[in-house]
């Protein structure tokens, strides 16, 4: 072959590498969203790039065998003409082989996958009739590498998406406006479900309302009045020994039949159903549904009552805070006292906060990371490494946070000030 045969044949070469490292890349950077959209405007050789994506080992596997006959091919022309234009010696070959590698690496790697990644649709459109052509014509090769690997790797089809890349894909929905900080908090409390316990959801022992079992009806009657719930705990001697629930439906029955200064400890009513601290929410949500019932006891490592969990705590826990007709007397999550001045709960999350002030309560990036899911109370809690008190600011960069109101140890309202 004449040394000008040799250039074309190379040039040619050339194009193609660099024809099969941009499809690699247009091809796996073309999500199943942008397919689908694309498939339901019609666009014209979307057929045939679904089929090179519906076997995304065979689309690999035929790219990269091409790609290497190409990448051969290309030292042992380049060698022959080197030698045969300039001579047989080390020092010819050294140049020829760096030379090549610089423009294989400009011209076959790097310009076209650039350019491929960026318009990757155009590209991948391009290319699909050739490498379905390909995969064809080299199907045998194609079949046996197929065969090695579906040995030594697991199918593509049994791989998940990890928690990980959903967690960034909802993050750059919220950041192109496609959903809310709010719906990002849901989905983001979805994928943490499983692995949440009810100590982290329940409401604690300080928090439960209960009653003796030695209550009479009537006085049950007026702590029924007085809080939102329709159960309420029984307990025999301490809060550690609760030993039935009652239901607001108990009260009026058993009223009826036997008048109101009837003891409880002589009704019969619902045993509790006890849950260690430790246990998934969501394994207490199978219990829950199963029995058909919509409260639990939950017990420390000692036995105690630990706290009090029920149904609709974990349906909040996904979905935020659910008001019914009872809770109408409830302090909004934010009340805004004046410009640059809120009062808010200290059950909304840091995320919830910047939402509805605008003001950030984080030092950098990594905080945020770390507390925005977090509510105001526990990251306050956090920051002083003690219980807060009442009157006390605790100051931000952006923001003062002032405690407003105490009740025991915890904390029921802020008040936040904007700083100027």
């Known amino acids: 072959m004449e040394d000008s045969g040799i250039l074309i044949v190379m040039f040619f070469l050339i194009l193609l590498s660099g024809l099969f490292s941009g499809s690699e890349s247009a091809l796996l950077s073309l999500e199943d969203a942008t397919l689908r959209t ?22 690999i596997i035929t790219i990269l065998l091409g790609n290497n006959i190409v990448n051969i091919l290309l030292p042992v022309l380049a060698t022959v003409w080197g030698t045969t234009t ?3 010696g080390e020092i010819v070959i050294g140049l020829v082989t760096g030379g090549l590698t610089f423009i294989l690496l400009l011209f076959g790697e790097i310009l076209p996958k650039n350019f491929a990644i960026i318009n990757n649709q155009k590209f991948a459109l391009m290319v699909a009739p050739f490498l379905y052509f390909l995969s064809k014509a080299l199907f045998p090769f194609i079949w046996i590498f197929e065969k090695i690997s579906d040995k030594v790797t697991p199918d593509a089809e049994n791989l998940g998406i990890s928690e990980a ?20 908090i849901r989905i983001k409390n979805l994928l943490d479900f499983a692995d949440t316990r009810v100590s982290d959801v329940m409401t604690p022992r300080t928090k439960i309302n209960s009653i003796s079992n030695n209550s009479t009806l009537l006085e049950v ?15 025999e001697e301490s809060i550690d020994k609760i030993i039935k629930i009652i239901t607001l439906r108990d009260i009026w029955s058993a009223s009826e039949e036997c008048g109101e200064n009837k003891l409880v400890k002589n009704l019969e009513l619902r045993s509790p159903y006890f849950v260690p601290i430790t246990k998934n929410i969501s394994d207490l949500f199978e219990d829950f549904q199963r029995q058909q019932i919509h409260l639990a006891i939950v017990l420390d490592e000692h036995g105690g009552t630990a706290g009090l969990i029920t149904m609709e705590d974990i349906f909040e826990e996904i979905f935020g805070e659910i008001r019914d007709e009872t809770d109408i007397e409830e302090q909004e999550e934010t009340e805004s006292v004046k410009d640059g001045v809120w009062k808010v709960s200290p059950r909304m999350t ?71």
């Not at 890349?165 to 990002?184: D, P, Q, R, W």
């Not at 009657?221 to 307990?235: D, G, L, Q």
């Open 38 to 59: 694309m498939k339901e405007k019609k666009v014209r050789g979307i057929e045939t790039l679904e089929l090179l994506k519906s076997n995304p080992k065979r689309l």
């Open 86 to 88: 300039f001579g047989d």
């Open 165 to 184: 890349e959903v967690l960034a894909m909802v993050a750059m929905s919220e950041e192109h406006g496609e959903i809310t900080a709010k719906e990002k």
């Open 221 to 235: 009657k007026n702590i029924f009045k007085e809080t939102p719930h329709s159960r309420i705990p029984v307990y």
């Open 350 to 420: 840091l995320e919830e906060i910047e939402e509805e002030t605008g003001i950030c309560l984080y030092a950098n990036d990594e905080e945020k990371e770390e507390h925005s899911e977090k509510n105001l109370s526990f990251f306050i809690l956090e920051k002083l490494g003690r219980f807060p008190r009442k009157g006390e600011i605790i100051e931000f960069e952006f923001a003062d946070i002032i405690i407003e109101k105490i009740e025991g140890h915890a904390v029921e309202l802020f008040r936040i000030v904007k700083k100027l």
